[in-house]
């Protein structure tokens, strides 16, 4: 049994080390990748619960491996934050998504845009000159854009951070809280952040015709965002009956399977044509 012990750590400990090294090579190889550009956006709809017209997107990275193909931005993006690569990446996302913005805005429709921003973008002292820059450069008006920020991402510079999104909202731009209601002392600071939208975490909607608390915290964080006169956003929407929900809750917007997944930007395009296909 003591061998048998043995071995088990052995194996363990090779299997951490061969994980240690996986990272270190993706690690390398994203640092080539956002050199070469590897990276494509895909851009899921925001509709409008009330009449389910496209509002917006929201524009989520993948990967363009050479070799492993289309990866997901769970295979990459902790690894990017952890070695500090997610604040180049964070900028070309933020670019290349002012401009895909522009090519969606016609006579009748002005969708916006969001994108995903993490914490080590908005501690960067240039944060608030390089989206300014971004949406000049672009030629995207502020109020086409949405900033995602988490609740966990702004412990570390509260101040900070809060001082910066300030900035931006007073030029127009509008700031989601996402994932709301799985971060941390979420409520206690809430009125104090320059925000506009509430982006419910799917968690909660998966729950919502479940008969369990989901409903009630749904609920909750809906009146509370109505109280804020603040924009709410369903996410993760995949059936019929939550849409039905959350439009009995005069939740504002949905987002989800249900309208559509991430779809690369021609089928944006035809997207806002057409309409969701519901
Ligand atoms: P998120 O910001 O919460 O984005 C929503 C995720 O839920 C997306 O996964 C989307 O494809 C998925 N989703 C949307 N509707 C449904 C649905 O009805 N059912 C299910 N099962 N899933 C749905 P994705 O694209 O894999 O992105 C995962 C996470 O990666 C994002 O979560 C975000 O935290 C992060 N991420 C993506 N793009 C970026 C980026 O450009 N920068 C940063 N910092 N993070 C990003
Ligand atoms: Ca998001
Ligand atoms: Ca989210
Ligand atoms: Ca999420």
């Not at 299997?15 to 090294?21: C, D, E, F, V």
């Not at 492993?68 to 295979?75: D, F, V």
């Not at 300014?132 to 995207?140: C, R, S, T």
């Not at 603040?230 to 059936?239: Q, R």
Request: glycine letters at 8%; one cysteine or more; a negative charge.
């Amino acid at each position: 049994a003591k061998d048998r012990g043995k071995s088990t750590v052995a194996v363990y400990e090779s299997g951490l080390h061969a994980l240690a090294l996986e990272k270190m090579a993706i690690r390398g190889e994203l640092q080539v990748a956002i050199r070469e550009q590897q990276f494509v956006l895909h851009y899921q709809p925001t509709v409008n619960l009330a009449t389910e017209t496209i509002t917006g997107f929201e524009a989520l990275v993948r990967w363009q491996h050479p070799l492993r193909g289309l990866l997901p931005p769970a295979t990459f993006i902790p690894i990017a934050e952890q070695s500090g690569l997610i604040v180049p990446l964070g900028e070309w996302v933020l670019r290349e998504a002012c401009h895909a913005a522009v090519t969606m805005q016609t006579p009748v429709q002005h969708p916006t845009i969001a994108v995903n921003i993490a914490a080590q973008q908005v501690v960067q002292n240039d944060f608030v000159d390089l989206v300014i820059d971004a949406l000049e450069d672009a030629g995207l008006e502020p109020q086409q854009l949405t900033l995602e920020i988490t609740e966990s991402m702004l412990l570390d510079d509260m101040a900070g951070a809060i001082e910066r999104l300030a900035a931006l909202r007073s030029i127009g731009v509008h700031v989601a809280i996402d994932d709301f209601g799985t971060g941390y002392s979420s409520l206690s600071y809430l009125s104090r952040l320059p925000v506009d939208i509430l982006k419910v975490d799917k968690s909660f909607v998966d729950e919502v015709c479940s008969g369990s608390h989901g409903a009630s915290v749904t609920e909750a964080i809906i009146a509370m965002g109505r109280t804020m006169r603040l924009t709410t956003v369903a996410e993760g929407v995949e059936l019929p009956e939550q849409a039905a929900w959350l439009q009995g809750a005069a939740c504002t917007m949905g987002q989800g399977y249900l309208w559509s997944q991430p779809v690369e930007l021609a089928a944006a395009h035809h997207l806002l044509r057409s309409g969701v296909p519901r």
